[in-house]
Nanobody, 128 residues
């Protein structure tokens, strides 16, 4: 069982930046795609970004494309989410997750049910 621990959340002004980190325990981290999701109270968890195991393939939600960048350092078992040009709509609890398979199937990366390990979440609050 993989354990994931997010960090880096906080309060930031609109237009600012934050970098989230997600440290993973366990072996074979580099074999699995990782994803970031976010959730606000009363709404469903929303896909943000994902990165393949080896790192060259990334996908983003339209709402964050061009502003957020997902990356990973497999030697450190860590995945990152660099968030720039933040706005109030980005306020949420951000979760990292491990994909249950070693590769994507179509656009399954959008579905949180295809991830089998989740972190506890880190709060990001953007003040306008």
């Amino acid at each position: 069982q993989v354990q994931l621990v997010e960090s880096g959340g906080g309060l930031v002004q609109a237009g600012g930046s934050l970098r989230l980190s997600c440290a993973a325990s366990g072996r074979a981290f580099s074999l699995y795609p990782m994803g970031w999701f976010r959730q606000v109270p009363g709404k469903e968890r929303e896909f943000v970004a994902t990165i393949s195991g080896s790192g060259p393939t990334t996908y983003y939600a339209d709402s964050v494309k061009g502003r957020f960048t997902i990356s990973r350092e497999n030697a450190k078992n860590t995945v990152y989410l660099q968030m720039n040009s933040l706005n109030a709509e980005d306020t949420a609890v951000y979760y990292c997750a491990k994909h249950r398979r070693m590769g994507y199937s179509g656009r399954d990366y959008l579905d949180d049910r295809t991830y089998d390990s989740w972190g506890q979440g880190t709060q990001v609050t953007v003040s306008s």
